[in-house]
C-alpha cells in the first residue's frame, strides 16, 4: 500500500467516524487503566458490566487496597484470568500510591514497571489519556494491517512499529481507535463483512 493509499484508507476511516474511541467506560484516567488491564482477552462489554459496579464502590488506587484483593475478585469474577488480574491490580494500586502520588503516570517506561501492564496497555493509556500518537496493537489491528497490506508483520510488534511508520501523522492520534473498530465490527477474523467495508478496494486481501 503506497503513501497515496494510506491517506485514502484513513480519511475515510476518519469521514466515518469523526471523533473515535474506547469502548470502555471510564470516568478518569485510574478507571481506564483499570478497566484496560481487565480487557485483555475479555470483551469490552465484559469489562463495562464488571466496573459498573467495581467503581460505585472504589475507583481510586487507595479506596481499591481498602476494598482488597478477595473482594475484588467478587467483582471482576465473570471476566477471564479474573485471579491473576486481581493480584495484579491490587500490586498495581500500591505501586501508584508509592511511586507516583496516586496519579497515573505519562511515561512508556512508569507504565510498563506496573504488574499486568504490558506495551498495549501502556499504549492503550498514552494514547487515550495523555494524547499521544501511539498505536497499540491487538488482535483486530493486527489482523486488518496485515490484511489489508496497511502495514504487514508477523508479531504485534513489527506491525507496530510498521505502522508508527507509515501511518500519516495527521492520522496517528486516532488511528488505533479506527483500526481497533473497524477490525472489530467490518474486518472480522472469520468472515469480513467486503461488502460493508468503506476501504474495500484499497484492501490487498485475497478472497
Given at each position: 500500500?503506497?503513501?497515496?493509499?494510506r491517506?485514502?484508507?484513513?480519511?475515510?476511516?476518519?469521514a466515518?467516524?469523526?471523533?473515535p474511541?474506547?469502548?470502555?467506560?471510564?470516568?478518569?484516567?485510574f478507571?481506564?487503566?483499570?478497566?484496560?488491564?481487565?480487557s485483555?482477552?475479555?470483551?469490552?462489554?465484559?469489562?463495562?458490566?464488571?466496573?459498573?459496579?467495581?467503581?460505585?464502590?472504589?475507583n481510586?488506587?487507595?479506596?481499591?487496597?481498602?476494598?482488597?484483593?478477595d473482594?475484588?475478585?467478587?467483582?471482576?469474577?465473570?471476566i477471564?484470568?479474573?485471579?491473576?488480574?486481581?493480584?495484579?491490580?491490587?500490586?498495581?494500586?500500591?505501586?501508584l500510591?508509592?511511586?507516583?502520588?496516586g496519579?497515573?503516570?505519562?511515561?512508556?517506561s512508569?507504565?510498563?514497571?506496573?504488574?499486568?501492564?504490558?506495551?498495549?496497555?501502556?499504549?492503550?493509556?498514552?494514547n487515550?489519556?495523555?494524547?499521544?500518537?501511539?498505536?497499540?496493537?491487538?488482535?483486530?489491528?493486527?489482523?486488518v494491517?496485515?490484511?489489508t497490506?496497511?502495514?504487514?508483520?508477523?508479531n504485534?510488534?513489527?506491525?507496530?512499529?510498521?505502522?508508527?511508520?507509515?501511518?500519516?501523522?495527521?492520522?496517528?492520534?486516532?488511528?488505533?481507535?479506527w483500526?481497533?473498530?473497524?477490525g472489530?465490527?467490518?474486518c472480522?477474523?472469520?468472515?469480513?463483512?467486503?461488502?460493508?467495508?468503506?476501504?474495500?478496494?484499497?484492501?490487498?486481501?485475497?478472497?
Open positions: 500500500m503506497n503513501k497515496q493509499q491517506y485514502t484508507l484513513f480519511s475515510r476511516l476518519q466515518q467516524n469523526p471523533k474511541s474506547t469502548e470502555l467506560i471510564y470516568n478518569s484516567n478507571e481506564l487503566l483499570i478497566a484496560v488491564m481487565l485483555a482477552q475479555a470483551t469490552d462489554k465484559s469489562v463495562n458490566k464488571a466496573t459498573a459496579s467495581l467503581f460505585k464502590v472504589a481510586t488506587p487507595a479506596a481499591l487496597l481498602d476494598l482488597g484483593e473482594a475484588l475478585r467478587g467483582y471482576i469474577k465473570s477471564g484470568l479474573f485471579n491473576t488480574k486481581a493480584r495484579n491490580i491490587i500490586k498495581t494500586c500500591e505501586l500510591i508509592k511511586r507516583h502520588g496519579k497515573v503516570p505519562n511515561q512508556r512508569a507504565l510498563e514497571a506496573l504488574p499486568g501492564v504490558g506495551r498495549k496497555t501502556a499504549s492503550v493509556i498514552l487515550t489519556a495523555f494524547g499521544e500518537p501511539t498505536i497499540a496493537v491487538d488482535t483486530h489491528i493486527f489482523r494491517a496485515n490484511r497490506g496497511l502495514a504487514r508483520g508477523k504485534v510488534v513489527e506491525v507496530e512499529k510498521r505502522l508508527l511508520k507509515s501511518v500519516p501523522d495527521v492520522y496517528k492520534r486516532n488511528a488505533h481507535h483500526l481497533i473498530l473497524h472489530r465490527y467490518v472480522v477474523a472469520r468472515q469480513p463483512k467486503c461488502e460493508d467495508c468503506v476501504i474495500s478496494d484499497l484492501c490487498e486481501l485475497e478472497l
